[in-house]
């Protein structure tokens, strides 16, 4: 199972990416999607995810009102869209996809907030 995840940069502080997953490995609607990230020296959190079959989907509270997780189902694709971005938000970003007991991650793409 292969993800792979993209759209990550370099961004002012209040600016605004889209990052994307996507696989041709299975389709994403049948999966709980997420995206994490591990900032600098610090350890891997959850930022949101989604689950089209049960209906759900969460943030982080520091994403709150500015991130936005979205499925795709024609191009097979989770995006986040993250907006009014902070230095804090700078991290390497990872989604995941996960079935029962099945769990697959992307590579991760790097996303910089600073002036």
């Known amino acids: 199972v292969q993800l792979q995840a993209s759209g990550g940069g370099l961004v002012q502080p209040g600016g605004s990416l889209r990052l994307s997953c996507t696989t041709s490995s299975f389709r994403m609607v049948n999966y709980h999607i997420g995206w994490f990230r591990q900032p600098p020296g610090k350890e891997r959190e959850g930022v949101s995810c989604?689950?089209?079959?049960?209906?759900?989907?969460e943030y982080a509270n520091s994403v709150k009102g500015r991130f936005t997780i979205s499925l795709d189902t024609t191009e097979n694709t989770v995006n986040l869209q993250m907006t009014s971005l902070k230095p804090e938000d700078t991290a390497v970003y990872y989604c995941?996809?996960?079935?029962?007991?099945?769990?697959?991650w992307g590579q991760g793409t790097l996303v910089t907030v600073s002036s």
């Open positions: 995941r996809a996960q079935k029962g007991e099945v769990v697959s």
């Open positions: 989604t689950s089209k079959r049960y209906g759900r989907t």
